[in-house]
């Protein structure tokens, strides 16, 4: 099985991506941890993509299609993929069709988490995550249950995203107006997008995606 969430920044594709690997034993593939790891790191490519992202603004196809070929390629072929943030232009849409037919995957669903850009601010900018493990949390909408601790691995460091500012988010909401959403439509002629409600609780939003993927 392999899925694209598709869906503006704040969506709740990284939520929902990590679910998915809990409970199908899927593999997220998010090229934002990806780059954001190659910050830290200091690789080339990172060096390369920290200022483009600090402005919300998109790196280089060739540079994310080349990390999504490189951990399928490290990948076993029957382990389900979750593509979070991927792709994200139509030059990259193209692109992922080579890489899969390379790895002899086929897409099997596009979801679209529809949301109300208007919360979406609210939500990014309330986000953090822990600073050992990189589970996902909201100040109000997703607390950890014991304030300072993590749920998953106990630990007690949290961070926030440098790119999770007001006026970054609004870039970031401009170039996937702009440059993501235009490439529905090529996937829509598939036959393979489902709308999910992204508005709702995100137990209720993983019920939604399951239903599509794994139908009862
Ligand atoms: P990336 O890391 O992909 O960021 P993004 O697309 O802006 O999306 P986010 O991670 O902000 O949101 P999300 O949908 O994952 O939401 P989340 O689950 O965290 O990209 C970052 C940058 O890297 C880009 O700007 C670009 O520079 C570069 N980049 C990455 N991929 C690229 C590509 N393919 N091409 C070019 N450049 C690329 O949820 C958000 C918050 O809301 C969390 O706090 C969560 O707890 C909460 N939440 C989630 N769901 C709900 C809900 N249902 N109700 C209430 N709260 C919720
Ligand atoms: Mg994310």
Redesign the pocket.
């Known amino acids: 099985m392999n899925i694209i969430l598709l869906?503006p920044?704040?969506?709740?594709?990284?939520?929902q991506a990590h679910r998915l690997t809990e409970h199908h034993g899927m593999r997220q593939l998010?090229?934002?941890?990806m780059?954001r790891a190659a910050v830290k790191a200091q690789t080339p490519v990172g060096i390369k993509a920290k200022e483009?992202?600090d402005r919300?603004?998109?790196?280089s196809d060739e540079i994310?299609s080349a990390l999504i070929d490189a951990e399928l390629e490290a990948m076993g072929d029957d382990v389900g993929a979750i593509f979070?943030?991927?792709?994200?232009t139509a030059a990259?849409a193209e692109q992922l069709d080579g890489i899969l037919g390379k790895h002899n995957r086929a897409l099997d669903h596009v979801i679209e988490l529809e949301v109300d850009v208007d919360a979406l601010v609210k939500?990014?900018t309330?986000?953090f995550s822990c600073a050992n493990c990189g589970a996902?949390?909201?100040n109000t909408?997703?607390p950890p249950e014991k304030e300072g601790v993590c749920d998953q691995c106990g630990g007690t460091e949290f961070k926030r995203r440098p790119?999770d500012n007001e006026e970054t988010v609004r870039t970031?909401m401009d170039e996937y107006r702009r440059k993501t959403a235009p490439i529905l439509p090529i996937y829509e002629e598939r036959g393979i997008v489902t709308r999910v409600d992204?508005m709702?609780?995100?137990d209720d939003?993983t019920t939604a995606i399951e239903s599509v993927i794994a139908p009862a």
Do not use: C, F, W
């Open positions: 869906g920044p704040g969506a709740g594709k990284g939520t998010s090229t934002g941890d780059l483009v992202m919300g603004e998109l790196v994310v979070d943030g991927y792709p994200r990259q939500r990014i309330g986000r996902l949390y909201h909408a997703n790119d970031r992204g709702g609780e995100i939003v």
